[in-house]
C-alpha cells in the first residue's frame, strides 16, 4: 500500500508542476518557435518526458530549470529536422489553392517568340523582385537558392550565424512569393 501512496503523490506532485509552469514554458517555447501547433508539440513533449522521467525514477533535482532545458533541446531538434523553405516549394497558389511552382510560370524559350517574351519579363519580374529585398535577405537568398550553398558554408564565409541566415531567406521568400503572386494574377488576367 506504501508504493500505491508514493506513486498517487509523485503524480499529485508532477500535477503540480504542470499547472505552475505550463504557462512560462508555453510561452518560453512560443517565442522561439513560430508556429503555434509546433510549440504546442514541444510542450507536450516536454511533459510526457517530465512524466517518463518520473516514471523511470530519474531524479530531477531542479525541475523548472529541467524543463525548461528540455525545451530548448526540443526546440534544436525541431529547427534541425525542418528543411529550409525553397522559392520553388509551393511558392505561388492558383485560384483552387494547388501549388503553382515557378518554374511553371516560365516558358520554354522555345515554344516560340511571344513564349521568349513573356519568360523574358517574368525573368525580369524576379530581377526586380531581388532587388526589392534588403541586402542581406538577397545576399542570403542568392547565395543558397541561386548559387546552391550550403547555409553552414555561407555562416563560414560571412560569419553570420546559421540561424540568422534561415530566418533572412525565409523572409526573402515571403516577399518574392508575394511579388510573384501578383505577376502571375496579371498574367492569368489577359
Do not use: C
Not at 174 to 186: N, V
Amino acid at each position: 500500500m506504501k508504493l500505491g501512496a508514493m506513486a498517487l503523490e509523485e503524480d499529485q506532485r508532477i500535477s503540480e508542476v504542470v499547472e505552475q509552469e505550463q504557462s512560462r514554458l508555453r510561452n518560453f517555447i512560443r517565442r522561439r518557435v513560430p508556429d503555434p501547433r509546433d510549440a504546442e508539440d514541444i510542450l507536450q513533449d516536454v511533459f510526457y518526458e517530465l512524466v517518463e522521467a518520473n516514471r523511470l525514477l530519474m531524479p530531477i533535482e531542479h525541475v523548472t530549470g529541467w524543463l525548461f532545458r528540455v525545451a530548448r533541446n526540443r526546440i534544436a531538434d525541431l529547427f534541425r529536422k525542418k528543411k529550409p523553405e525553397s522559392l520553388s516549394d509551393g511558392a505561388l497558389v492558383n485560384e483552387d489553392e494547388e501549388p503553382f511552382y515557378i518554374e511553371d510560370l516560365l516558358p520554354s524559350p522555345d515554344a516560340g517568340p511571344e513564349a521568349l517574351y513573356v519568360r523574358n519579363v517574368l525573368l525580369n519580374e524576379i530581377e526586380l523582385a531581388l532587388d526589392e529585398l534588403p541586402e542581406e535577405q538577397r545576399e542570403a537568398f542568392v547565395a543558397h537558392e541561386l548559387e546552391g550553398r550550403s547555409f553552414k558554408e555561407i555562416s563560414a564565409d560571412t560569419g553570420v550565424s546559421v540561424n540568422t541566415l534561415l530566418s533572412r531567406k525565409r523572409y526573402a521568400i515571403l516577399h518574392l512569393r508575394e511579388r510573384l503572386q501578383r505577376i502571375y494574377e496579371e498574367f492569368r488576367k489577359n
